[in-house]
């Protein structure tokens, strides 16, 4: 039977993935594997290799992950799986990664660094989160086709208002006036979708709500349980 590495470098797309399955399951010994093989595989299968990180255990990975996202020349899908893996293995550990992350010049980029600031970050970037979801919600005009069943995944207003929304300082706190009203101002440039998620998730902040100092915030647990679904769980 061929060993782990070399299931991880087989050209057959199936062998390669049972590989992946079995690094994760083998703890740091598959870990290292997992590391060494981004040697040596196809740029296409990147991606792949980094985003099983995110599952994986040992000591190696969050460095290698965080080497990927300082590295120049890498991929816009692979730099995003690894802001995801990150964001999973490390928990609020990662949280100034994500922070930098926010900074990117890609957009898709941020949008992953949202999630994974909502899914698993401290409050440290809600400064410069509060700056892009005021970027986003001056876009043109609501987004067209948002369905709710994949907001988490589609929508950038929804990642940044789990994330700022689950680390406000209470009713009548200045985060908390300050995001309300953000979010009123621009009510129209939200999608109709988005607009029902945010009704339900956080009822008190709707255009017909009570005064911005007298909101209360929304749960936080429910909000970061939602934003964690699906792109949070197990690759395989």
Request: glycine share 12%; aromatic share 4%.
């Amino acid at each position: 039977m061929a060993s782990l590495g070399e299931r991880l470098r087989h050209r057959k797309a199936e062998v390669f993935e049972d590989g992946l399955r079995e690094a994760v399951m083998e703890g740091p010994v598959g870990e290292a594997e997992l590391v060494s093989a981004l040697a040596d595989v196809p740029r296409s299968r990147h991606v792949s290799v980094v985003a099983v990180l995110g599952d994986a255990q040992g000591v190696e990975g969050p460095q290698v992950l965080r080497r990927i996202l300082a590295a120049d020349g890498m991929s816009r899908d692979t730099r995003c799986a690894a802001v995801l893996a990150l964001a999973k293995r490390c928990g609020p550990q990662a949280s100034a990664d994500l922070v930098q992350a926010l900074s990117s010049t890609d957009a898709t980029v941020k949008n992953y660094a949202m999630v994974g600031l909502a899914g698993a970050g401290d409050d440290q970037g809600w400064e410069q989160a509060f700056v892009r979801l005021k970027q986003i919600l001056r876009r043109p005009g609501p987004p067209p086709g948002l369905n709710p069943r994949y907001l988490s995944v589609q929508s950038p207003v929804a990642a940044a208002v789990c994330y700022l929304a689950g680390h406000l300082d209470g009713a009548g706190g200045e985060r908390s006036v300050r995001l309300v009203g953000e979010l009123r101002d621009h009510w129209d440039r939200l999608g109709a979708a988005e607009q029902e998620w945010l009704t339900d998730m956080w009822p008190g902040c709707v255009l017909e709500g009570p005064p911005a100092g007298e909101v209360l915030p929304p749960d936080s647990g429910r909000l970061q349980a939602w934003i964690r679904v699906p792109l949070f769980g197990p690759v395989h």
